[in-house]
C-alpha cells in the first residue's frame, strides 16, 4: 500500500558529501516517523538516522555531527545529508517509513537500498 523511492547513491572519496532522498507514496494517512538504516557487507543492519513526527531525531554514534536527517512533510519526503564521509560509511541504505494508513491500520514500508561506497 505504502512505496518508497530512494535515489542519491553513488561513489564518493572520503570527505565528500552525498545527499540521499526517499519518496513515500500510497496509502498514506500520516507519517509517524522517517529515517535511514544501513547494512555493510558482513555486517548487519543498523540505525543510522530517523526523524520522528514530533521533530525529535535520532543518530547512531557513528554519524553524529557528520550527517542530517531532514523531512518534508508535504512531500512524504526525507532526506539523509551525508558529509566528511569516510570508508566505513560504505554500506547500502534503506528508507524506513512508519505510520497509518488512511483507514488508521499502521504500516511499516522500506526502500529498496541505494549503494554508498566510500572511497580513501
Known amino acids: 500500500q505504502v512505496q518508497l523511492v530512494e535515489s542519491g547513491g553513488g561513489l564518493v572519496q572520503s570527505g565528500g558529501s552525498l545527499r540521499l532522498s526517499c519518496a513515500a507514496s500510497?496509502?498514506?494517512?500520516?507519517?509517524?516517523?522517517m529515517g535511514w538504516y544501513r547494512q555493510a557487507p558482513g555486517k548487519q543492519r543498523e540505525l543510522v538516522a530517523v526523524e520522528s513526527s514530533g521533530g525529535s531525531t535520532n543518530y547512531a554514534d557513528s554519524v553524529k555531527g557528520r550527517f542530517t536527517v531532514s523531512r518534508d512533510n508535504a512531500k512524504n519526503t526525507v532526506y539523509l545529508q551525508m558529509n566528511s564521509l569516510k570508508t566505513e560509511d560504505t554500506a547500502v541504505y534503506y528508507c524506513?517509513?512508519?505510520?497509518?494508513?488512511?483507514?488508521?491500520?499502521?504500516?511499516?514500508?522500506w526502500g529498496q537500498g541505494t549503494q554508498v561506497t566510500v572511497s580513501s
Open positions: 524506513n517509513v512508519e505510520g497509518r494508513t488512511r483507514r488508521n491500520t499502521l504500516f511499516e514500508a
Open positions: 500510497g496509502n498514506i494517512g500520516s507519517v509517524n516517523s
